[in-house]
């Protein structure tokens, strides 16, 4: 079941692990898009 939860999200992730993470736990919702920007750290 999907849930409607913003139309748009902006998503961080660091590696492709945390994009694996990521997608996982907003798969239960519906968006009508999602931007994702990779992010460095210091």
Sequence with gaps: MST???RHVLVPVADQEDARTTARILEPYEF??????????K
């Design 4 to 6: 409607r939860f913003i």
């Design 32 to 41: 009508e898009r999602i931007t994702v920007s990779h992010v460095v750290e």
